[in-house]
């Protein structure tokens, strides 16, 4: 539905606004890929998916850009099926990037994670991108039983 036919439907707003009081926070942001990340397939099985997520200092985004194109090679070269998305803000908390990266499970993570460092250029994609950054968060999330996105 677009937003203009949603705007008309008194059943989607009758359902919408019986939702409200158990909505604590709302936070609205429309992200757009990176070039050099894969496209997001689908996955298969029970994974569990690290999404980081990094606010940059204003103006970095291009300095960032170019050293994670390099890095996604890195991990790539560990694991090929690793990388998952890789997404930054076109419209909301602008200057922040979204990594959502898939793994079988929390050993699985630690494994690739410990091989990329391994890697004799990930300290440059390290080191470059660090001082670019204000903030940075990882969670983990498992998919719930139903959710396409295994």
Same mark, same amino acid.
């Given at each position: 539905? =677009?937003?203009?036919?949603?705007? *008309? $439907? #008194?059943?989607? %707003?009758?359902? /919408?606004?019986?939702?409200? +009081?158990?909505?604590?926070?709302?936070?609205?942001?429309?992200?757009?890929?990176?070039?050099?990340? &894969? @496209? +997001?397939?689908?996955?298969?099985?029970? *994974?569990?998916?690290?999404?980081?997520?990094?606010? !940059?200092? &204003?103006?970095?985004?291009?300095?960032? @850009?170019?050293?994670?194109?390099?890095?996604?090679?890195?991990?790539?070269?560990?694991?090929? /099926?690793?990388?998952?998305?890789? !997404?930054? =803000? #076109? !419209?909301?908390? %602008?200057?922040?990037?979204?990594?959502?990266?898939?793994?079988? $499970? %929390?050993?699985?993570?630690?494994?690739?994670?410990?091989?990329?460092?391994?890697?004799?250029?990930? *300290?440059?994609?390290?080191? *470059?991108?660090?001082?670019?950054?204000?903030?940075?968060?990882? #969670?983990?999330?498992? +998919? %719930? +039983?139903? @959710? &396409?996105?295994?």
């Amino acid at each position: 539905m =677009t937003r203009a036919a949603v705007k *008309n $439907n #008194q059943q989607y %707003l009758n359902s /919408d606004r019986s939702g409200f +009081p158990f909505i604590t926070s709302k936070k609205i942001e429309l992200t757009k890929n990176f070039t050099f990340w &894969p @496209s +997001p397939d689908h996955r298969v099985g029970d *994974n569990v998916y690290d999404i980081r997520t990094y606010s !940059l200092k &204003p103006g970095h985004m291009y300095d960032w @850009s170019n050293y994670w194109a390099k890095g996604i090679k890195h991990r790539s070269a560990v694991r090929e /099926d690793v990388p998952y998305a890789g !997404l930054f =803000t #076109q !419209l909301g908390e %602008l200057h922040t990037i979204h990594h959502i990266w898939c793994y079988k $499970n %929390l050993a699985d993570r630690k494994d690739c994670r410990e091989g990329t460092w391994a890697n004799p250029g990930w *300290n440059e994609v390290v080191a *470059n991108t660090v001082p670019l950054v204000t903030k940075m968060t990882t #969670q983990i999330a498992e +998919p %719930l +039983p139903f @959710s &396409p996105t295994k």
